[in-house]
């Protein structure tokens, strides 16, 4: 379902206003606004409960499920935001590629994809107008949970080109990514094509969640920390830009328009990736509205490096979760005071949320930001 310009919350004026968005957009809302990376599921015994019955990527399809899932932490922590779940290999698996979420592992390919051949038969088979034709449920599951959100904004999730590549390169996850480092070095033309072709998925599964009413999004890249400079600029950043282009160029059709050319949704993007200190500015070259820092380096400083021209996203360090409450409260408080030096803060964690975390240190962050 795609929603009209009077019905996206976006533009119809439901989320336009919300802390996040706000914030998102550059402006202090009077409450820092406060969502959680993983904060769907995870830790909540309701979440537990559901999952004891369905496999995790049969969930991830279940419009009912998914739509459930996602509320859950915006009931029980009062955050300002819900974000989608999902996982970033649904789009892939709704393309038609084989994969399987595996307990204690991730996400492992039953075919690697390893050379030119690969590559051209994922091109070839396992297509954006593929996975274009199968998004039914997840258009659904967002229609759901937009409806039970009310002002509530959703953010709308995807993996970014590199952490698909290096999971389908890898056959599964890896520290060091080294078979996709060498493709990427080894056969650049091969490498490009296989990042574009996982760009374009991660841009269609975007835009369904968009369409269907999703007020944000953020591409999330779990390794891009493990490349240099040099190789994120050149190998990796134009395929994460081609994945927000297509969310960029979202066009909605005003009725007062008669028949002119559409009148573009403007969404807000966040652009986060693990261990990216050193990739800052290559980040903000990709010219998301907010950037998602991790824990390892102080949103003021962050924020200097960029010129303070961006929103910022974090940088909660997700081991403080389980410190006595005096001590977590002096690190929010850190976080909160270095967050002022950007022009709007986001409050996060600077990675997800651990399974084992108790479900009230969340809502006690929440409070606790919310009156700061």
């Known amino acids: 379902m795609k929603l009209s310009a009077d019905t996206h919350p976006l533009v119809s004026g439901q989320t336009s206003d919300a802390p996040l968005i706000r914030a998102l957009?550059?402006?202090?809302?009077?409450?820092?606004?406060?969502?959680?990376?993983?904060?769907?599921?995870?830790?909540?015994?309701?979440y537990r409960a559901l999952r004891s019955e369905h496999?995790?990527?049969?969930?991830?399809?279940?419009?009912?499920?998914?739509?459930?899932?996602?509320?859950?932490?915006?009931?029980?922590?009062?955050?300002?935001?819900?974000?989608?779940?999902?996982?970033?290999?649904?789009?892939?698996?709704?393309?038609?590629?084989?994969?399987?979420?595996?307990?204690?592992?991730?996400p492992v390919f039953a075919e690697p994809v390893r050379t030119a051949a690969d590559v051209a038969r994922c091109r070839a088979e396992f297509t954006p107008e593929r996975l274009r034709a199968a998004l039914g449920p997840i258009r659904e599951a967002v229609s759901l949970t937009v409806a039970e959100l009310g002002a509530t904004p959703l953010i709308g999730?995807?993996?970014?080109?590199?952490?698909?590549?290096?999971?389908?390169?890898?056959?599964?996850?890896?520290?060091?990514?080294?078979r996709a480092r060498a493709l990427m070095h080894s056969d650049p033309d091969t490498w490009r094509e296989l990042l574009e072709w996982a760009a374009d998925?991660?841009?269609?599964?975007?835009?369904?969640?968009?369409?269907?009413?999703?007020?944000?999004?953020?591409l999330f890249d779990s390794?891009?920390?493990s490349l240099s400079v040099n190789d994120y600029r050149a190998h990796v950043a134009p395929a994460s830009e081609r994945a927000?282009?297509?969310?960029?160029?979202?066009?909605y059709r005003h009725p007062e328009m008669h028949g002119y050319a559409d009148a573009?949704?403007?969404?807000?993007?966040?652009?986060?990736?693990?261990?990216?200190?050193?990739?800052?500015?290559?980040?903000?070259?990709?010219?998301?509205?907010?950037?998602?820092?991790?824990w390892r380096t102080p949103l003021d400083e962050a924020s200097a490096r960029l010129g303070h021209r961006f929103p910022l996203q974090g940088n909660l360090d997700p081991a403080f979760l389980s410190a006595p409450e005096p001590v977590l409260a002096a690190h929010l408080n850190e976080v909160l005071s270095r967050g002022e030096a950007a022009p709007a803060h986001i409050l996060n964690?600077?990675?997800?949320?651990?399974?084992?975390?108790?479900?009230?240190?969340?809502?006690?962050?929440?409070?606790?930001?919310?009156?700061?």
């Not at 991660?202 to 009413?213: D, I, N, P, W």
């Not at 949320?353 to 930001?369: F, K, Q």
């Open 25 to 46: 957009r550059g402006d202090r809302p009077e409450t820092t606004p406060v969502w959680f990376m993983r904060q769907a599921g995870r830790s909540l015994p309701e």
């Open 55 to 106: 496999r995790m990527l049969d969930a991830c399809v279940n419009p009912e499920l998914a739509a459930e899932i996602t509320l859950q932490p915006v009931r029980r922590h009062g955050v300002d935001a819900a974000v989608f779940f999902s996982d970033i290999v649904v789009p892939m698996m709704l393309a038609g590629v084989n994969v399987d979420l595996v307990a204690g592992r991730g």
């Open 157 to 178: 999730f995807a993996g970014a080109p590199f952490t698909l590549a290096a999971y389908l390169v890898e056959g599964g996850p890896s520290r060091e990514h080294l």
């Open 201 to 218: 998925l991660s841009a269609v599964f975007l835009e369904a969640q968009v369409e269907a009413g999703a007020s944000a999004v953020q």
């Open 223 to 225: 390794w891009a920390g």
């Open 244 to 251: 927000l282009s297509l969310v960029r160029g979202i066009g």
């Open 264 to 294: 573009p949704l403007s969404v807000p993007v966040i652009h986060f990736a693990v261990g990216s200190g050193h990739l800052l500015e290559e980040l903000a070259a990709i010219d998301p509205n907010a950037i998602g820092v991790d």
């Open 349 to 372: 964690l600077g990675h997800g949320v651990p399974p084992e975390t108790d479900p009230t240190v969340l809502t006690r962050i929440v409070e606790l930001a919310h009156a700061y």
